[in-house]
């Protein structure tokens, strides 16, 4: 026979032993029902600022609405049935406070709102520290960029206004000093000194144009592609063109994405030229709703297996992306060329 008081200890060992575990994490934990009241939580006497419970004391928290923060997610989760998770801020600590917020349904949650059956789990974690040091990191990453971007066009405009302007003298006074020659041989000597002087005045104005595109600042993105595109035909043989769907070629964005995404174009282009061995390219500039869609494709050998992460490409367009609260998103299977899409909020 079984000796009803021992399985009473064995249980009630059990019990707290499990009510311990479940206090000691430090996630809030909320059991509720299907009409998102509290039947459980862990450390009510935490619940105030992480929830946005008015009480502090568990009969304010036990049987209360589970209520702030968690109730829109806990209502979408509850319409599709399906775990959802976010990141939020809030209140008078917006900006300050972050919590991890996680809804799951529990498995066997068939309870309807009436039966008060524990119907869900939430889950609620401080990740305000993470959060603010992602935020000092974010906004030093982007000092860094508008940093090198003012230096860029510092420097590009150095290079065409001072060296630029020698070398056109120069060519201009060889070219004067060719019509004076005495003899033929001098003649030619000077029109090949000239001949070189115009190739580095050709050198330094697509250096200068490398460094900042002049279209970027006056025409825009669309047209900055344009001319990234015919400075790529001007050294490779490969067949590249830029396609807008539902933007203007002379159409602005922020200042940001322009240059976001135009470094984003540069990069990708770059590595067409020094890894696909790509005939064909494409790059695609599209709206899409209330976002802007940059797609680059190529038709090389794309890439087999892991990207190797040696390089500072693809780590600088993700970085670049996310400034911007976008995404990237890369495909690619060998032989089949590589695609990159970039999607930023406009
Ligand atoms: N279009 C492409 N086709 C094939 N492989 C590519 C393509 N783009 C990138 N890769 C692969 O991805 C790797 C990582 O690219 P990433 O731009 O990060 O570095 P990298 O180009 O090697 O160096 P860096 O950009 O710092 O000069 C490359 O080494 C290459 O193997
Ligand atoms: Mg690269």
Redo the contacts with the bound molecule.
């Keep these: 026979m079984p000796n009803p008081d021992a399985a009473a200890e064995v249980f009630g060992d059990a019990e707290i032993r499990y009510r311990s575990v479940i206090e000691a994490i430090p996630e809030l934990l909320y059991e509720v029902d299907a009409r998102g009241t509290v039947l459980f939580c862990n450390r009510p006497e935490a619940a105030p600022s992480a929830a946005g419970h008015v009480g502090s004391s568990v009969f304010d928290v036990m049987g209360a609405p589970l209520d702030g923060l968690a109730r829109p997610i806990f209502e979408r989760v509850l319409a599709s049935g399906v775990a959802e998770e976010a990141e939020l801020s809030y209140g008078a600590e917006r900006g300050r406070a972050w919590r991890h917020l996680a809804v799951l349904p529990l498995p066997h949650a068939s309870g309807g709102p009436e039966d008060g059956e524990r119907w869900a789990l939430v889950l609620i974690r401080d990740v305000s520290a993470r959060k603010q040091a992602e935020g000092l990191r974010h906004r030093f990453v982007e000092r860094v960029i508008t940093a090198q971007e003012d230096e860029r066009r510092r420097v590009a405009q150095e290079l065409h206004d001072a060296l630029g302007q020698i070398l056109t003298g120069v060519a201009l006074r060889l070219k004067a000093l060719e019509d004076r020659a005495t003899t033929d041989a001098l003649a030619d000597d000077l029109a090949g000194v000239r001949s070189l002087t115009e190739q580095a005045i050709d050198e330094v104005s697509h250096i200068a144009r490398q460094l900042r595109p002049p279209a970027l600042d006056r025409r825009g993105l669309p047209a900055a592609l344009q001319a990234c595109v015919q400075e790529v035909r001007r050294s490779s043989d490969i067949q590249i063109h830029v396609e807008l769907e539902g933007v203007g070629l002379n159409e602005r964005f922020n200042p940001a994405v322009e240059t976001a995404l135009y470094r984003i174009a540069q990069?990708?282009l770059?590595?067409?030229l020094?890894?696909?061995?790509?005939q064909r390219?494409e790059i695609v500039l599209a709206r899409a709703g209330d976002e802007l869609r940059m797609a680059?494709t190529?038709d090389?050998?794309?890439?087999a297996g892991a990207?190797?992460?040696?390089?500072?490409?693809?780590?600088?367009?993700q970085e670049r992306a996310s400034l911007l609260g976008g995404r990237v998103r890369l495909e690619?299977a060998p032989g089949n060329?590589?695609a990159?899409e970039v999607r930023v909020p406009l």
């Design positions: 990069e990708a770059a590595n067409i020094k890894h696909s061995g790509a390219a680059i190529d090389g050998c794309g890439v990207l190797s992460e040696e390089g500072h490409g693809l780590a600088g367009i690619s060329g590589l990159l």
